[in-house]
């Protein structure tokens, strides 16, 4: 079975603090991927993954940059949380294809104070 | 104008109903279509891919309409279960991400 695990369930941060989502994965897949899911906007990703070292921008990165050093572990990074960014974070990994499926985390869900 | 859109709802169906979601996509160039649930506070998960031909699975049906660009899901003989919202998702071409549609919310009654 994939697995993709996100650090946190939930997290309350301060305006202006820097932060951390780590996601990683259990099936060697190439393609990683960083979204936020907000009521009555879906899905929008971030930022994206394909190989080690290597991102591209989604359709909202302003705000966020991300790491990728290891190929199982990509990690979203807040360099300083506003408000704005109080949403629920989904992370996913999908092998190379055209066809494949991406599979999801569990969510983080965080808020900005 | 969204790339993937698909009607919010909410769809208040009881039990037993055929339920029927459409969602429409702007890039001809689509290749891959899927649809996703979501369950409340959950994360999404694949229900079924969209093939060409249109494909089953048990009361669950897809279908892909490319020259009018949109694909649709029917379920048939709806369990409380199904309660959930359906995420359409496509891929562009070679691209290497989906790009998921708002959703649509489902609620089966008893």
């Known amino acids: 079975d994939v697995k993709v695990t996100q650090s946190s369930r939930y997290l309350v941060k301060r305006t202006g603090e820097k932060v951390f989502l780590e996601c990683v994965q259990d099936m060697d897949h190439e393609n990683m991927f960083w979204y936020r899911q907000d009521p009555g906007l879906g899905l929008r990703l971030i930022y994206f993954s394909y190989d080690v070292k290597m991102k591209e921008k989604g359709d909202i990165p302003e705000g966020y940059s991300v790491s990728r050093e290891k190929k199982e572990r990509f990690s979203l990074i807040l360099e300083s949380a506003s408000t704005n960014q109080t949403s629920m974070y989904l992370c996913a990994s999908s092998p190379q294809g055209a066809y494949t499926e991406a599979f999801f985390g569990q969510g983080t869900r965080l808020t900005v104070v | 104008r969204k790339e993937v859109e698909q009607d919010p709802g909410p769809f208040n169906v009881p039990e037993g109903a055929t339920v029927a979601f459409n969602c429409t996509y702007s890039?001809?160039?689509?290749?891959?279509f899927f649809w996703y649930r979501q369950d409340c506070r959950k994360e999404p998960k694949l229900l079924m891919s969209?093939?060409?031909s249109g494909n089953e699975d048990g009361r669950f049906t897809a279908q892909l309409n490319r020259a009018s660009q949109y694909i649709s899901l029917l379920i048939r003989d709806s369990k409380l279960s199904d309660s959930a919202t359906y995420l359409c998702?496509?891929?562009?071409?070679?691209?290497?991400?989906?790009?998921f549609g708002s959703g649509t919310q489902l609620t089966v009654l008893p």
């Open positions: 890039n001809s160039a689509s290749q891959s």
């Open positions: 969209v093939y060409s």
């Open positions: 998702v496509v891929r562009w071409g070679s691209a290497r991400q989906l790009t």
